[in-house]
């Protein structure tokens, strides 16, 4: 069972979206086994083998799936691929996370794997083309980031029930996911960096400084001892998306969470310091720890939070009260006097806060004109949007712009 309210289409959709935003794995749920026809990973399978060796052995292994597990699926063809089947009471479904590669294919990659499955020349340029167009990823990391969201949100997941499935031409091998000699020390690495994690969520949630937790948690990982810059911000990707499904379990709105989230993407990606990407993990905590101090609905009726979830999903709307009660199914006088009740603000003037905070956004972290913001944020009369910003935020949009970019 889930534990949060999200249903299960929506927990899909939130784990396709962070795998595909922190590592460009694609993630396909497949009910049924008729359905692996037009699965990628098996369509290149029968280019290679052009028998249903492949499909029965996928199917087989499949058969084998233990619920609530996640399966790691290293190929013969040196790709891997991530298998998580539901318990019944979620879904029938089976998640298909990849396939991706560990390393960069380089010629000698690709000789290597011609020679190793005795495969025929002439497939060089197919089996190049498929393998420069996968995600390259660290298993270990995608592996870290599924636990993190499981556990999260599915009551009784248990994170050591982790198994591999070795796929070789004669038959599967199924067995426990063995690390050999490293196996105590991931147990306890994942111990020790699982309450470092723990640490930062609880430290951010309360108000309390996060430093000494953070530079435990940077220390454990190396996430920013890389000499390469992709790797630094790929790590960063990764906490910042642990952040995202932190927060999302509690009564913020998810919204502002998903906005958050992605500005935080967009400033990792175009930074090109390494020093200013170090300063990341540490305004990271304390932005998302102003999120919650901020804009924690929890001390609002369940009315009031309705109607601040739909003005924030629908800034760019004709937004008035009628508009909102009808759309929540309340009365408009009542919502009314609810709302000014519990915020000490009118919906109109807390509507107009909100469009001005979102713009005020938008001039920082955008090269969009100052109509278009206005256009975005639900006012097209630029001349009341130049008005309305001034008298918020004591400057024009023009001037606050210029600010926030000195």
Known sequence: MLKTNFNYEDFYNLISSILNSSFNISTTKIGAASEFNNYLNLEFRKIIWNNDDANNYMIDGLCQMKKNALCVLHSVMEFTTIVFSFSREISNDTLFIGPFLENEPSDEFINNLLKKNNLDENLRKTIATYYNSLPIANSNQVILTLHTLLESFIINYDSSSIYYVDFSKEKIKLSDYNYEKESEFYIEYHKQYKSYLDNIFKYVKIGK????????????????????????????????????????????????????????????????????????????????????????????????????????FNLQSNLSLSTISESIGKNSSFLSNQFKKETGKTITKYIQEKRIEEAANMLTHTDLTIQEISHLVGIDDLSWFSKLFKSITNMSPTKYRTYAHK
């Open 209 to 312: 400084d996060g430093t000494d937790v953070l530079n435990d948690y940077m220390e454990l990982t190396g996430m920013l001892k890389s000499n390469s810059i992709d790797k630094i911000k790929n790590n960063l990707y990764i906490l910042n998306t642990q952040f995202e499904s932190e927060l999302l379990k509690e009564p913020i709105s998810p919204v502002q969470v998903r906005e958050l989230y992605l500005k935080i993407q967009l400033e990792i990606e175009n930074e090109t310091s390494k020093t200013k990407l170090s300063k990341i993990p540490f305004k990271m905590f304390r932005r998302y720890g102003n999120l919650i101090s901020n804009y924690n609905l929890q001390d609002y009726s369940y009315t009031v939070r309705y109607a601040i979830e739909y003005i924030n």
